[in-house]
């Protein structure tokens, strides 16, 4: 069973960021999961979905539920015919990693049936990686959904505001009160926070691990739309990636 | 009628802080509303509405539930049982918040509260302003169907680029109305990433220059609406303003933009 890493935070603190350094250096197989439907995980490892003929689990699940109103038959349930779908169609296999992308819904209505079918494969499709990585939407509406309930390491992205303290302690409550369980429960600051800012962070109560230095190279990539796993290892991001990762007791692949 | 402004855009892009800084300028009576379940536009304004003894919609639509759980009764009268709750009146403004909710399951309800509740209170106030959560969902949910102003808020990334392509189209899909949509750069745009919002075709009014004073702000949880009037980031957001059709109600304007 692999082991299930979440990263989360308010929006901004570079929780996409963060998943795609990571990704590098975790021990494979390894699996992405991009819940963004402002989706830009591919993006940022430099991967270009349609390209690869691949789908999203909304574009899929758009399908199926046309199909299923027009010839298919009415005991196999969308769930069903979804779940062949996600193995087929939305699972980009590589090298490096898989990746599974949430996308864009264009249609009228929230994202609780598409992560609810997210929901549901998880713990199946856990099976077969060392480590599972989960890059959240901005914001807590994820964790009142339940999406992945039992969490090995999860790691909160704090950018330099009161309002990173306050989300803390709300999301705590949130996981509590809805039930979602967790092994670590980690603090990352950001690259915009000070030494002022990482003391607030370090005297939270909570597990500070370091921050993310700034790096002018990141910036640069991501304006550009250069994948992130090219990024130079000595550059100051892969470093403080490494560093963090190191202190949550990872081994580095290298 | 009031006119409907929502600010939009990727995370940490600063939707909320825009917000705070312009509902300094616009005309009252004015409405603010949090769509933020993770909430900060209260803090940045430096208002408790626990302490003034308001609720979120979150909360208030709980406590209904719960009530009816022991009368036995279904449903809820949005005007008596949760607007004198929820709504905050205050001397500048007047402010709800959609707050968090400690239950399994999503957003549906609360944002269905308010967006029952938006038709009826924009007939009480001549400006609303809405501050949406970050990302797309809230447009899937049509929380607000007829916007007047939608300011899109944007960091200097390919992502940006490709999140206003992503809003056009599921506000075409879904059929929300507006009637302007106009860019905002960040203050982390330079003039080189710049040339990338005017050549979206979009309306691109400007960027929001870097400040310190914000940064320090928010840091300390201080109200945002105390800012000087001469900071970096005011004075951007009043050439924003002005740009995009607004009269601002501060009177010697001309000296500072």
Request: glycine share 8%; proline share 4%.
């Given at each position: 069973?692999?082991?299930?890493?979440v990263s989360t935070g308010r929006g901004g603190a570079g929780k996409s960021t963060f998943v795609a350094l990571?990704?590098?250096?975790?021990?494979?197989?390894?699996?992405?999961?991009?819940?963004d439907?402002?989706?830009s995980?591919?993006?940022?490892?430099?991967?270009?979905?349609?390209?690869?003929?691949?789908?999203?689990?909304?574009?899929?699940?758009?399908?199926?539920?046309?199909?299923?109103?027009?010839?298919?038959?009415?005991?196999?349930?969308?769930?069903?015919?979804?779940?062949?779908?996600?193995?087929?169609?939305?699972?980009?296999?590589?090298?490096?990693?898989?990746?599974?992308?949430?996308?864009?819904?264009?249609?009228?209505?929230?994202?609780?049936?598409?992560?609810?079918?997210?929901?549901?494969?998880?713990?199946?499709?856990?099976?077969?990686?060392?480590?599972?990585?989960?890059d959240s939407p901005a914001g807590v509406?994820h964790?009142?959904?339940?999406?992945?309930?039992?969490?090995?390491?999860l790691f909160v992205l704090c950018d330099p505001s009161d309002k990173s303290l306050k989300h803390i302690?709300r999301i705590?409550?949130?996981?509590?009160?809805?039930?979602?369980?967790?092994?670590?429960?980690y603090l990352v600051a950001n690259y915009e926070c000070?030494?002022?800012a990482e003391?607030y962070l370090?005297?939270?109560?909570?597990?500070y691990l370091?921050k993310i230095?700034y790096?002018?190279?990141l910036?640069?990539?991501n304006?550009?739309?250069?994948?992130?796993?090219?990024?130079?290892?000595?550059?100051?991001a892969?470093?403080s990636v490494?560093?963090v990762?190191?202190?949550?007791?990872?081994?580095?692949?290298? | 009628?009031?006119?409907?402004?929502?600010?939009?855009g990727r995370g940490g892009t600063g939707k909320s802080?825009?917000?705070?800084?312009?509902?300094?300028?616009?005309?009252?009576?004015?409405?603010?509303?949090?769509?933020d379940?993770d909430?900060s536009?209260?803090?940045?304004?430096?208002?408790?509405?626990?302490?003034?003894?308001?609720?979120?919609?979150?909360?208030?639509?709980?406590?209904?539930?719960?009530?009816?759980?022991?009368?036995?009764?279904?449903?809820?009268?949005?005007?008596?049982?949760?607007?004198?709750?929820?709504?905050?009146?205050?001397?500048?403004?007047?402010?709800?918040?959609?707050?968090?909710?400690?239950?399994?399951?999503?957003?549906?309800?609360?944002?269905?509260?308010?967006?029952?509740?938006?038709?009826?209170?924009?007939?009480?106030?001549?400006?609303?302003?809405?501050?949406?959560p970050a990302g797309?969902?809230?447009?899937?949910?049509?929380?607000?169907?007829?916007?007047?102003?939608?300011?899109?808020?944007?960091d200097?990334s390919?992502k940006?680029?490709?999140?206003?392509?992503?809003?056009?189209?599921?506000?075409?899909?879904?059929?929300?109305?507006?009637?302007?949509?106009?860019?905002?750069?960040n203050?982390r745009?330079?003039?080189?990433?710049?040339?990338?919002?005017?050549?979206?075709?979009?309306?691109?009014?400007?960027?929001?220059?870097?400040?310190?004073?914000?940064?320090?702000?928010n840091l300390?949880?201080?109200?945002?609406?105390?800012?000087?009037?001469?900071?970096?980031?005011?004075?951007?957001?009043?050439?924003?303003?002005?740009?995009?059709?607004?009269?601002?109600?501060?009177?010697?304007?001309?000296?500072?933009?």
């Amino acid at each position: 069973m692999a082991r299930k890493i979440v990263s989360t935070g308010r929006g901004g603190a570079g929780k996409s960021t963060f998943v795609a350094l990571i990704s590098k250096y975790l021990k494979a197989p390894t699996l992405l999961i991009d819940l963004d439907p402002d989706l830009s995980l591919a993006d940022m490892l430099g991967l270009d979905f349609h390209k690869e003929g691949k789908r999203t689990v909304c574009e899929a699940l758009y399908d199926v539920i046309g199909k299923r109103k027009s010839n298919i038959s009415p005991t196999i349930t969308t769930h069903d015919l979804m779940e062949s779908l996600l193995w087929s169609d939305c699972l980009y296999e590589e090298k490096k990693f898989d990746l599974i992308s949430l996308g864009t819904k264009l249609t009228e209505g929230c994202l609780c049936a598409p992560d609810e079918i997210l929901r549901k494969t998880i713990p199946k499709l856990a099976k077969n990686y060392t480590n599972m990585v989960v890059d959240s939407p901005a914001g807590v509406e994820h964790l009142n959904r339940n999406i992945v309930s039992d969490i090995n390491d999860l790691f909160v992205l704090c950018d330099p505001s009161d309002k990173s303290l306050k989300h803390i302690p709300r999301i705590k409550e949130i996981i509590k009160q809805v039930g979602i369980s967790y092994s670590h429960f980690y603090l990352v600051a950001n690259y915009e926070c000070n030494e002022e800012a990482e003391k607030y962070l370090q005297n939270t109560g909570e597990i500070y691990l370091g921050k993310i230095d700034y790096d002018a190279k990141l910036e640069e990539y991501n304006l550009e739309g250069k994948s992130l796993l090219e990024l130079p290892e000595d550059s100051p991001a892969s470093l403080s990636v490494k560093r963090v990762l190191t202190k949550a007791g990872y081994q580095i692949r290298c | 009628m009031g006119k409907v402004i929502v600010s939009t855009g990727r995370g940490g892009t600063g939707k909320s802080t825009f917000v705070a800084l312009a509902s300094k300028y616009l005309n009252p009576k004015k409405l603010l509303i949090d769509l933020d379940p993770d909430e900060s536009l209260a803090d940045m304004l430096g208002v408790d509405l626990n302490e003034k003894g308001k609720k979120n919609i979150s909360t208030a639509l709980y406590d209904v539930i719960e009530e009816n759980k022991g009368a036995g009764r279904t449903g809820y009268n949005l005007l008596s049982d949760v607007m004198q709750s929820v709504l905050y009146r205050g001397a500048e403004f007047d402010l709800i918040a959609l707050g968090t909710k400690f239950t399994v399951g999503c957003y549906c309800a609360p944002d269905a509260v308010l967006k029952d509740f938006i038709p009826t209170l924009v007939k009480d106030y001549a400006e609303v302003l809405v501050d949406s959560p970050a990302g797309l969902e809230h447009f899937n949910r049509k929380v607000v169907v007829d916007i007047d102003d939608l300011f899109v808020i944007l960091d200097p990334s390919e992502k940006s680029t490709k999140h206003i392509e992503r809003v056009r189209d599921i506000i075409r899909e879904v059929k929300v109305s507006y009637n302007h949509l106009y860019l905002i750069g960040n203050y982390r745009f330079t003039e080189g990433t710049e040339e990338y919002l005017r050549s979206t075709g979009e309306t691109y009014l400007g960027k929001i220059d870097y400040d310190p004073n914000v940064r320090q702000y928010n840091l300390e949880g201080r109200s945002l609406l105390e800012l000087p009037e001469d900071s970096p980031a005011t004075v951007c957001v009043k050439r924003i303003l002005v740009k995009a059709g607004y009269k601002i109600t501060d009177g010697d304007l001309s000296s500072k933009v």
